[in-house]
T-cell receptor, first 113, second 109 residues
């Protein structure tokens, strides 16, 4: 089954404790991206990757890091989480950016205390 | 700042009616436009994409694009209770995908 998976689905952590949210797709997509969704603000792009070892900042990259060492995986790293990073996070992938259907993962709900 | 604006709603229509959802965007060079549906607690799923001016129809859904007015709309004909969801409009240009905050639609039986 073609899918984008994220782990964990739910996470409660404390300020400053490094965490990683994993994202994996099995569709051989080149383009992957991370979004956060907050009430009233919609989806905002954090980082995206055009291919292996090619990443770039989206609209709200501060406080986040990403890596793309393999085509299928695109982890999101919060080196020192803060309460303003409490949000719902989605990973997404597509063959090409902007012209192909973007498939979203199930989401990761993060609470930073 | 590049913006995509949507009326947050809620928009309420009776079953069988036409639901009209609207979206404006500020980045004049946006190339591609998308409508996603998001059920509560779920991830967004693509309904329609549109790239050129005019109408694009797919079943009960019609997307309309007017680049001169920087306006995108989605019409849902014969609305069903299962169409009740939040609809997200997105505009894409040069690796930058911008989403609106979404319009919540309720279809009443």
């Amino acid at each position: 089954e073609a899918q984008v998976t994220q782990n964990p689905r739910y996470l409660i952590t404390v300020t400053g404790k490094k965490l990683t949210v994993t994202c994996s797709q099995n569709m051989n997509h080149e383009y992957m991206s991370w979004y956060r969704q907050d009430p009233g603000l919609g989806l905002r792009q954090i980082y995206y990757s055009m291919n292996v070892e090619v990443t770039d900042k989206g609209d709200v990259p501060e406080g986040y890091k990403v890596s793309r060492k393999e085509k299928r995986n695109f982890p999101l790293i919060l080196e020192s989480p803060s309460p303003n990073q409490t949000s719902l996070y989605f990973c997404a992938s597509s063959f090409l950016a902007g012209v192909e259907t973007q498939y979203f993962g199930p989401g990761t709900r993060l609470l930073v205390l | 700042q590049k913006e995509v604006e949507q009326n947050s709603g809620p928009l309420s229509v009776p079953e069988g009616a036409i639901a009209s959802l609207n979206c404006t965007y500020s980045d004049r060079v946006s190339q591609s436009f998308f409508w996603y549906r998001q059920y509560s607690g779920k991830s967004p799923e693509l309904i329609m994409s549109i790239y050129s001016n005019g109408d694009k129809e797919d079943g009960r859904f019609t997307a309309q694009l007017n680049k001169a007015s920087q306006y995108v709309s989605l019409l849902i004909r014969d609305s069903q209770p299962s169409d009740s969801a939040t609809y997200l409009c997105a505009a894409y240009n040069n690796n930058d995908m911008r989403f609106g905050a979404g319009t919540r639609l309720t279809v009443k039986p």
